[in-house]
């Protein structure tokens, strides 16, 4: 009963309540290492609130996908809310809870928004698909290999059992702490944060993810918003949840709840650290060099898989 | 006096590919600097492994070479090889004969070698530290590599040091650490050769108005 | 102390030749510094030969008759060629081919050169002997590159960087030895001396010590000039100033090719003498081979030499890898005689650029004429060189090739018959490349004379080597190569 009705509701809770919380958080550290003050941790989520008040405008020329577009994307994001452990190892859609369908949701919401910023036929938004797609071409092969080893180690594809077998490592292999270090360069990719993609600009040459939804505006643009917030909280919570699942509760008791909710706030805090650092002390690389970026985390991926093979 | 020190530790193996996924680091990036960062690093990190290995083997002369590597590698060369490329002014994108995702392959291909070719010999280990041998090995191959592919004669000091740094934990994860006298005169020599070979970049520059190594053929049958 | 002194020597002249800034005073020094040492090598050859090894310093140093040959080399070559350096350096001084106050860091790094090279033959230590092989390259590196033009400093680089890099990969086969050795000799942190290691060389373990020495010979090979890791020799043997290139040819080599025999030693007790021996053959061969064509199509005649050097390396390679007892014997007198002859030649080759301020043989003529003295030692020491009988080089490659033949073995045979074809063709190579540079006609804008005295009483030294191995092998010398060949094979 409460795994049905109780832990759903939770972690729908959590990831979207949190994660306009996740960025307010970056843009204030990174404001701080710039020496400003920077804006309020809640200024995410004034502005979503004001997107959703607003009108949406929408292109004469465009079609249903570009309506349909914000509600996949939210909706599939929020379906892979459901598939990853959160705050406990036991998953609310646990039944069909498989590391492949998350990637593959991931997929589909980046092919609407894909197909979505060809629709109006602006000139950046088809520029900005077009990089996404090649990104993503190059990313989810690296994130999938690294997912797989993972896997493998555990004899799972299943992210709730990988985090249950996960529990009884002490200290990372030195196998799974390359996939580590895979994942994190993809996550920073499929995220679209610097040195992949800048978050912030609008120039036209350099925009990657918000080329593509720049036809957007009020409550489609903060569905995507919102959406893309998440998307960065959840690739976190596999991160944290696969590779370092200290603490998290393995049943549904309340204090085991309440000790995971802190020290998930704690890990995912600590990332978002780390972003925030690597955001802020490098720059954005050329788009020619991103294959470089992401061969690297595919290298590493593949030597993790085959040094688990080889070294067991 | 016989005595058996056997140092089974999983931290020494993370560390290990830790300075694996360094030297990915500087076969990957396209600037110098950051591949000068990508050595000290490693170095670091080789540093820690040495010291761990000292404080679990109870052999206490490797805490001096621990010192040592932390003051020379870590410092001294890094600072060196700074000073070096703010001096000629060079420009500071590495060239290589090779694209660069080919050579990421190449190292990755190279890196599989030295974990194939070294199977055999880790079975005999008792200990957990399987993955030190083969990934010496590799530092050790990939930096042979950058040497034969890297265009600029500093890429090229870069790849002998990361041979240097790969042999360096070779012998201390497998023997721990060479005899203290043998050490010294290796620390000793590297740091020697970095200064000439510094020197000659520099003196090279200065006459061939280029540090592109492609322009060193005029010697040939 | 007997052994720390001899390292005193060369140290204490590098130091006073830098102190003193008068060239004209350091030189004599250098010239003083390297007979003293000549003398006192003489002494420790009587000492080994009385005790057959000496150690010192907890056995820090070991000095055998395999050392003691080495160290002999070097300071023979070495006194030559300071007297020679006095000669020749004057001359380029003169020429203003360089500043005058870089003269004294010449005979600075020259000792130092000296220093290391004799640390090499010194240490019993496997590591330390590592270091003084890698010191060697660090202390030439300037020495190559000394009138710092563009070639030159090409050179330079690719020596330097070839070097380290073979060398570095030999730290590899140290380290292997090194763990290989660990299991058996137990406590941690013992001094990697080779007479400890050869104790216990049998319980080895096998697969290691294989390794080991692949890259033993590999790393030291490159060094040592073995093909086809030669390709920084022609290079750094043309550009250097001609004593430093006699003393690379003469003693460089032998030294690197010492510690591939060290080695050699401990894996033959471990593995059985065929695996080591079967590498320095495939080596050896390649070596000889390789040389042939650049010998034959040679313009430059230091690179030439240099090539030669290359084949002599190969063929000391080969008798060693033939492993009886007269062709280790033999290569090891070969050693000797190379490094002499080719040091005089090399001597010959530095008098004729100070005449005719160029490398090509083509426009070098009539030396026989211009230059009386130094044409004759060219036509002996090529002689000398290429293996013609009555001359040392033809006696200690008969000795080699007659035992090569004697052992009976097929692959041995094959091996033997193709090297002569070889030695003919160079034989070739050399007397049509050298014959048309000393007797046509000479330019008449070239003036007659020697260039200085120093230089011809530095070859007339050599000479003297030269000429009495040619006819006649000293008791003294006997024993020790009889030694050698005992060390190497475990007898």
């Keep these: 009963m409460i795994q049905l009705i109780i832990l759903p509701i939770l972690q729908i809770v959590v990831i979207a309540g949190l994660s306009p919380l996740i960025k307010g958080f970056i843009n204030n550290i990174e404001a701080r290492f710039q020496c400003r003050k920077g804006s309020s941790l809640f200024q995410p989520y004034y502005n979503l609130a004001k997107l959703f008040r607003k009108d949406a405008v929408i292109s004469e020329t465009a079609s249903w996908i570009f309506i349909a577009t914000p509600y996949v994307t939210f909706v599939s994001i929020l379906i892979i809310a459901l598939l990853v452990p959160v705050l406990s190892s036991t998953v609310p859609a646990n039944f069909t809870g498989d590391v492949i369908l998350v990637i593959y949701l991931f997929a589909l919401g980046r092919f609407f928004l894909a197909l979505s910023s060809l629709d109006t036929g602006s000139a950046f938004g088809g520029m900005g698909g077009s990089r996404e797609m090649t990104i993503s071409s190059m990313a989810e092969p690296a994130m999938m290999l690294s997912v797989f080893n993972v896997a493998i180690i555990n004899g799972s594809t299943n992210l709730s059992n990988i985090t249950q077998a996960m529990l009884s490592y002490k200290l990372l292999s030195p196998s799974l702490f390359l996939s580590l270090a895979a994942l994190a360069i993809v996550i920073i990719a499929e995220a679209g944060r610097i040195p992949v993609d800048n978050p912030f600009t609008h120039l036209e040459l350099t925009m990657i993810h918000e080329g593509m939804i720049l036809e957007f505006s009020g409550r489609y643009l903060a569905l995507i918003e919102w959406a893309s917030c998440m998307k960065l909280l959840i690739l976190l919570t596999i991160l944290v949840n696969t590779f370092l699942p200290w603490g998290i509760a393995s049943g549904l008791t309340f204090p085991g709840l309440i000790v995971s909710f802190f020290l998930y706030i704690v890990k995912i805090g600590f990332f978002a650290f780390l972003i925030a650092i690597v955001e802020s002390s490098f720059a954005k690389v050329r788009l020619f060099r991103i294959p470089n970026l992401l061969g690297t985390s595919f290298v590493l991926a593949v030597l993790a898989i085959i040094t688990h093979y080889i070294v067991s | ?221 | 102390m007997l052994i720390s002194i001899f390292l005193f020597i060369p140290l204490i002249t590098a130091v006073a030749c830098v102190l003193i800034k008068k060239h004209n005073v350091s030189k004599y020094i250098s010239v003083a510094g390297s007979f003293a040492l000549l003398l006192y090598n003489i002494y420790l050859g009587y000492t080994i030969y009385l005790n057959r090894s000496l150690t010192e310093l907890n056995g820090f140093f070991y000095v055998d008759a395999l050392s003691l040959l080495t160290a002999q080399i070097v300071s023979v070559v070495g006194f030559a060629a300071a007297l020679y350096s006095i000669g020749y350096m004057d001359a380029e001084l003169h020429a203003a081919e360089f500043p005058e106050k870089r003269l004294r860091w010449y005979y600075f790094l020259f000792h130092m050169f000296i220093f290391t090279m004799l640390a090499v033959c010194v240490a019993n230590n496997l590591g330390i002997m590592w270091v003084a092989i890698e010191a060697t390259t660090l202390s030439t590196t300037f020495l190559v590159g000394f009138y710092n033009k563009k070639p030159h400093q090409e050179a330079a680089w690719k020596y330097i960087i070839i070097c380290t890099v073979g060398i570095t990969l030999a730290l590899f086969g140290v380290i292997l030895t090194y763990h290989s050795s660990k299991n058996v000799v137990g406590e941690i942190g013992y001094a990697l001396n080779w007479t400890d290691l050869l104790a216990v060389a049998d319980r080895f373990e096998p697969h290691l010590m294989k390794l080991a020495f692949l890259f033993i010979i590999i790393g030291y090979g490159t060094k040592a000039g073995l093909a086809p890791m030669h390709t920084w020799l022609p290079d750094a043997h043309s550009q250097a100033p001609s004593p430093i290139s006699a003393l690379f040819s003469g003693v460089l080599l032998n030294c690197s090719l010492y510690g591939i025999i060290r080695f050699h030693v401990i894996s033959s007790k471990c593995l059985g003498p065929n695996y080591s021996c079967t590498l320095l053959m495939a080596f050896g061969l390649t070596s000889v081979i390789v040389s042939i064509p650049f010998i034959l199509v040679q313009r430059d005649y230091k690179r030439l030499f240099a090539f030669s050097s290359i084949e002599h390396i190969g063929f000391i390679a080969l008798g060693l890898g033939f492993g009886g007892m007269y062709s280790i014997y033999g290569a090891e007198l070969h050693t000797f005689n190379h490094a002499v002859a080719k040091s005089l030649l090399f001597f010959c080759g530095g008098n004729l650029f100070l005449k005719y301020k160029t490398r090509e043989m083509e426009s070098i003529k009539g030396i026989i004429r211009t230059m009386p003295v130094t044409g004759v030692i060219l036509i002996i020491a090529v002689f000398a060189i290429t293996g013609i009988p009555p001359f040392n080089i033809f006696v200690s490659e008969f000795i080699v090739l007659a035992d090569a033949f004697s052992s009976g073995s097929a692959f041995v045979l094959i091996f033997t018959s193709l090297l002569i074809v070889f030695l003919v063709l160079i034989f070739v190579g050399y007397i049509n490349n050298i014959f048309k540079m000393i007797f046509s006609e000479p330019a008449e804008t070239v003036v007659q004379g020697e260039v200085s005295k120093f230089t011809i009483a530095a070859m007339c030294f050599l000479l003297i080597f030269v000429l009495i191995i040619s006819f006649y092998v000293p008791p003294i010398m006997r024993v020790i190569l009889s030694q050698i060949s005992d060390i190497i094979r475990n007898a």
């Design chain 2, 1 to 221: 006096m016989k005595q058996h020190i056997i140092v089974n530790s999983q931290t020494i193996d993370v560390l290990a590919v830790m300075m694996l996924i360094a030297t990915i680091l500087h076969i990957s990036t396209g600037r110098l600097t950051t591949c000068v960062w990508a050595y000290a690093i490693r170095s670091f990190i080789l540093a820690c492994a040495s010291g761990i290995i000292a404080y679990l083997s109870g052999i206490y002369h490797i805490f001096i070479t621990t010192g040592i590597t932390l003051v020379i590698k870590v410092v001294i060369i890094p600072w060196f090889l700074f000073y070096i490329i703010k001096k000629v002014g060079i420009k500071k994108e590495v060239e290589s004969f090779l694209s660069f995702t080919l050579s990421l392959l190449c190292s990755c291909g190279v890196i599989l070698v030295a974990y194939y070719a070294t199977e055999p010999i880790i079975q005999f280990e008792s200990t957990l530290m399987k993955h030190c041998l083969p990934i010496s090995i590799a530092i050790t191959l990939v930096g042979f590599f950058t040497m034969i592919t890297r265009k600029k004669a500093i890429t090229q000091i870069l790849g002998l040091l990361a041979m240097e740094d790969g042999l360096f934990f070779a012998a201390l994860s497998t023997s721990y650490g060479m005899p203290l006298i043998v050490e010294l005169g290796v620390f000793f020599d590297i740091l020697v050769s970095v200064i000439i070979m510094g020197i000659y970049v520099y003196r090279i520059k200065e006459t061939f108005e280029s540090i592109d190594i492609g322009f060193l053929k005029e010697l040939r049958e």
